[in-house]
């Protein structure tokens, strides 16, 4: 099942890269859907109750995705993004399980 072109989310040899735009110190943790950006690309709105300080917004953000998708939270790394608010992850290894709920994410 390869994503479109246009997804917050592509499949490479090392795994897959999650595109995020993340809001910390929200209220509650939360994903907010699919936003498409004004340069045709698509992001997965998140957010997290956590303060964007020493790494936590980051690990809030880890322990999200890791819960809504099912797995451990040692199969997602932080790519690039680390004090920004657009982030990529990579997510290992790549399973048709996992495409499966993020594809789910989108149509939400």
């Known amino acids: 099942m390869p994503a479109p072109a246009s997804s917050f989310f592509r499949s490479t040899p090392e795994g897959l890269l999650l595109f995020l735009r993340v809001t910390p110190?929200?209220?509650?943790?939360?994903?907010?859907?699919?936003?498409?950006r004004d340069d045709g690309t698509s992001v997965l709105r998140l957010r997290v109750s956590a303060v964007p300080d020493?790494?936590?917004?980051n690990a809030a953000v880890i322990a999200l995705l890791s819960k809504t998708l099912g797995i451990p939270k040692s199969s997602i790394a932080l790519v690039s993004g680390e004090t920004a608010r657009q982030k990529t992850l990579r997510i290992a290894?790549?399973?048709?399980?996992?495409?499966?709920?993020?594809?789910?994410l989108s149509d939400a």
């Open 93 to 104: 290894p790549q399973t048709d399980a996992l495409l499966a709920r993020l594809a789910a």
């Open 25 to 36: 110190n929200a209220g509650r943790d939360a994903i907010d859907g699919v936003e498409s």
């Open 54 to 57: 020493k790494g936590k917004a």
